[in-house]
């Protein structure tokens, strides 16, 4: 019980938030593993992003194709 009452209070970003506004977030929360997503008008969830997902997917994404060499 003690963990959880020293828990931050969770908090959603919006699906208009920009990618950098995402992992300013993330990566400034305490043991944060996961982002959690709303839609701003209807204020449903609508996405779940863990944050080793979504660095993986900045560093990773945008490379040139690298021929192999033979």
């Given amino acids: 019980m003690e963990a959880i009452r020293n828990r931050q209070p969770m908090l959603f970003l919006s699906e ?35 944050l080793s997902d979504f660095i ?5 994404s945008d490379l040139p194709s690298i021929p192999i060499v033979e």
């Fill in 16 to 50: 208009t938030d920009t990618v950098n506004q995402i992992l300013d977030f993330a990566l400034s929360r305490k043991d944060c593993r996961c982002v959690f997503v709303i839609n701003p008008k209807s204020g449903r969830l609508t996405g779940a992003i863990s």
């Fill in 56 to 60: 993986s997917y900045i560093l990773y």
